[in-house]
């Protein structure tokens, strides 16, 4: 695997091999990788002809400095994961080849920016479309692949895509979970052993709102969903909802095309997020 730290290097390599005829295939992530980015990695090696992965704790995004300082970065574990699933570039810049000093940025994201995420961490998706935009600058890919777990990411990234014109298809992957169905993420090993046997609610209560979808009104459905985590040990709700899937605003009705279910909470200091898709 090619490994890259900056954009000036990455983009000479990238158009030699596009000159070629060659596909690319994209998969950004903020490392501490686990099987949902390999699962990623996987998907767009079956998709591209080259396969780059971006390593990078983007500062914009945390809204919370303290949650920047513990996220994990275990550089060296990554880059034998990555080795392992035959990706062929990696991207690792430094946080001064992103940014120079007093950059701003703002991209008008409408409603997706006001609720769920948008509204828990203000300004998280502004960093998030800074970013990405400057990591498709550089990619420049034919496919960037994200996980199904950052629903709104998704959904926002795809609207950046849409307003500013650029040339990518996006393509959504699936959840992967434990066995025991917690949802994959960085962010689990701050989890202590308690903590993470309370975080299973999170994926109990999505599993049951689907079992029920036909049974129960929407209101019903998301009553009795956010009574049972209330009620459950160490977990601290954020929110629970039930959305449109298209634009994430909360429904009353199951008449849209797509349905989906999503959760947030804290364990202790650790933030959770999941969703289930309950129509589509
Ligand atoms: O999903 C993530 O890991 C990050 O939000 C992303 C897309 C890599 C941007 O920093």
């Avoid at 080259?50 to 550089?75: E, G, W």
């Avoid at 509204?119 to 990619?139: A, E, M, N, S």
């Avoid at 298809?169 to 090993?189: E, F, T, Y």
Wanted: net charge negative; charged share 25%; proline share 5%.
């Amino acid at each position: 695997m090619k490994i890259f730290n900056t954009r000036a290097s990455l983009s000479e390599f990238l158009k030699k091999e596009k000159a070629d005829g060659k596909k690319v295939g994209f998969v950004p992530t903020m490392g501490a990788l686990h099987h949902g980015h390999i699962s990623l990695i996987d998907l767009a090696r079956k998709q591209s002809d080259l396969v780059v992965c971006s390593i990078f704790v983007n500062p914009t995004q945390f809204n919370d400095p303290k949650d920047l300082d513990r996220y994990p970065r275990p550089i060296d574990e990554d880059i034998q994961q990555l080795e392992k699933a035959a990706c062929d570039v990696l991207f690792l810049p430094e946080v001064d080849e992103m940014y120079t000093a007093g950059e701003t940025w703002h991209l008008e994201l409408d409603e997706l920016d006001n609720l769920l995420e948008g509204l828990h961490r203000p300004g998280h998706y502004q960093g998030v479309t800074q970013i990405v935009k400057k990591l498709f600058d550089t990619v420049e890919p034919d496919f960037a692949f994200f996980g199904q777990k950052d629903y709104q990411q998704f959904l926002v990234i795809e609207k950046m895509v849409q307003k500013l014109g650029l040339n990518v298809q996006l393509i959504m992957c699936p959840i992967i979970r434990k066995p025991d169905g917690l949802a994959m993420s960085s962010r689990n090993v701050h989890l202590n052993p308690e903590e993470r046997k309370n975080a299973l609610a999170l994926y109990h209560t999505l599993d049951w709102i689907k079992a029920q979808f036909e049974l129960l009104s929407i209101k019903e459905l998301k009553e009795q969903a956010e009574k049972k985590l209330l009620e459950s040990p160490g977990i601290v709700l954020e929110y629970l909802e039930i959305c449109d899937g298209e634009n994430l605003q909360p429904l009353h009705s199951k008449d849209a095309v797509k349905i989906v279910a999503l959760v947030a909470a804290k364990l202790g200091q650790t933030r959770l997020i999941d969703n289930m898709l309950l129509k589509n």
